[in-house]
């Protein structure tokens, strides 16, 4: 069963990330929006090898580049992912 993780908090304010990257499975993804996007400049997440994707919005309204290993997703897209994904589970 593929998990979509949704982190909207810093990983540099507090550990919901790490704790994300502990449970992500094979067939699970990331998504990082608000501050969570700042998550983009963590090279943990990278080397986990699960799929990342970044709310575009919220990248641009920081000025963060998105690097190439992860995917930027408009709101139809994150609509689209929560479709294609079995469960979402949002790291509150």
Same mark, same amino acid.
């Given at each position: 069963?593929?998990?979509?993780? =949704?982190?909207?908090?810093?990983?540099?304010?507090? &550990?919901?990330? &790490?704790?994300?990257?502990?449970?992500?499975? &094979?067939?699970?993804?990331?998504?990082?929006?608000?501050?969570?996007?700042?998550?983009?400049?963590?090279?943990?997440?990278?080397?986990?090898?699960?799929?990342?994707?970044?709310?575009?919005?919220?990248?641009?309204?920081?000025?963060?580049? =998105?690097?190439?290993?992860?995917?930027? =997703?408009?709101?139809?897209?994150?609509?689209?992912?929560?479709?294609?994904?079995?469960?979402?589970?949002?790291?509150?």
């Amino acid at each position: 069963m593929s998990t979509l993780h =949704v982190v909207s908090h810093s990983p540099f304010t507090d &550990a919901r990330l &790490a704790s994300c990257l502990r449970v992500c499975g &094979a067939k699970d993804a990331i998504l990082l929006c608000g501050d969570g996007t700042y998550a983009l400049h963590n090279p943990a997440l990278h080397s986990q090898g699960v799929k990342v994707f970044v709310l575009a919005e919220d990248s641009q309204a920081r000025n963060l580049p =998105v690097p190439d290993w992860a995917s930027s =997703v408009d709101y139809s897209g994150f609509v689209q992912l929560s479709i294609d994904y079995d469960k979402v589970n949002t790291w509150l």
